[in-house]
């Protein structure tokens, strides 16, 4: 079964109008990650919840947001996008601590923007 | 900063070698470091997690080490078959920033039958 859920698998969406990418986990664990992916590269960390503490990384552009309103939902809010915005968009669990866990992806949102 | 290095970024080999990943970090400071597979258009499938005060863990057919003073982890995969054929990520957990995943670029396999 399926730990973490992220909807949907492709998203099509215009230039400028916002979006909103959803992820969900049955695994109770405390951190979750959003990552984006672009072709042939490496996942880049956008941002990372530990428990309800918000930490955003330096270089994530304010066009970028994140909710999480509870231990098992989050979500990523693209305002504007751009045609630069095109990417896989990965979700992650985790639980932090000292050690961590193992994290755990979803199968990611493939978004395309026109 | 951490900074993590996965060489060679693309590997081709006939079936039934074995075959050598390598992942290099830049602060000896982890929690842990996991290797991960991803297949074209999918997400990240975990594979194996070695914690820091570990020196290698196994799984079937895969092997990975951490030497942790060197900065480095290999995963040994045996008797390659074609459907090992994917893209291989490590990633290190650090503890200072709130349980950081940072990644390498990853190694691009392909298992000729």
Same mark, same amino acid.
């Given at each position: 079964?399926?730990?973490?859920?992220?909807?949907?698998?492709?998203?099509?969406?215009?230039?400028?109008?916002?979006?909103?990418?959803?992820?969900?986990?049955?695994?109770?664990?405390?951190?979750?990650?959003?990552?984006?992916?672009?072709?042939?590269?490496?996942?880049?960390?956008?941002?990372?919840?530990?428990?309800?503490?918000?930490?955003?990384?330096?270089?994530?552009?304010?066009?970028?947001?994140?909710?999480?309103?509870?231990?098992?939902?989050?979500?990523?809010?693209?305002?504007?996008?751009?045609?630069?915005?095109?990417?896989?968009?990965?979700?992650?669990?985790?639980?932090?601590?000292?050690?961590?866990?193992?994290?755990?992806?979803?199968?990611?949102?493939?978004?395309?923007?026109? | 900063?951490?900074?993590?290095?996965?060489?060679?970024?693309?590997?081709?080999?006939?079936?039934?070698?074995?075959?050598?990943?390598?992942?290099?970090?830049?602060?000896?400071?982890?929690?842990?470091?996991?290797?991960?597979?991803?297949?074209?258009?999918?997400?990240?499938? &975990?594979? *194996?997690? $070695?914690?820091? @005060? /570990?020196?290698?863990?196994?799984?079937?057919? !895969?092997? #990975?080490?951490?030497?942790?003073?060197?900065?480095? &982890?290999? *995963?040994? $995969?045996?008797? @390659? /078959?074609?459907?090992?054929?994917?893209?291989? !990520?490590? #990633?290190?957990?650090?503890?200072?920033?709130?349980?950081?995943?940072?990644?390498?670029?990853?190694?691009?396999?392909?298992?000729?039958?």
């Amino acid at each position: 079964d399926a730990m973490v859920i992220q909807n949907p698998r492709y998203q099509v969406t215009q230039f400028g109008k916002p979006v909103t990418l959803s992820c969900s986990q049955t695994l109770n664990h405390n951190v979750m990650y959003w990552y984006q992916q672009k072709s042939s590269q490496a996942p880049k960390l956008l941002f990372h919840y530990y428990d309800k503490d918000f930490n955003n990384e330096a270089d994530t552009p304010d066009n970028f947001q994140s909710r999480r309103p509870n231990t098992s939902f989050c979500f990523l809010d693209i305002r504007s996008p751009g045609l630069g915005d095109a990417a896989m968009y990965l979700c992650a669990t985790s639980r932090g601590g000292t050690g961590g866990t193992e994290a755990f992806f979803g199968q990611g949102t493939r978004l395309t923007v026109v | 900063k951490q900074e993590v290095t996965q060489i060679p970024a693309a590997l081709s080999v006939p079936e039934g070698e074995n075959l050598v990943l390598n992942c290099s970090f830049t602060d000896s400071a982890i929690y842990n470091l996991q290797w991960f597979r991803q297949d074209p258009g999918k997400g990240l499938t &975990s594979l *194996l997690l $070695i914690q820091s @005060s /570990q020196r290698e863990q196994t799984s079937g057919r !895969l092997n #990975a080490s951490l030497d942790k003073s060197s900065g480095r &982890s290999t *995963l040994y $995969i045996a008797a @390659s /078959q074609p459907g090992d054929s994917a893209t291989y !990520l490590c #990633a290190v957990r650090r503890g200072a920033a709130g349980n950081k995943l940072t990644f390498g670029g990853g190694t691009r396999v392909l298992v000729k039958p």
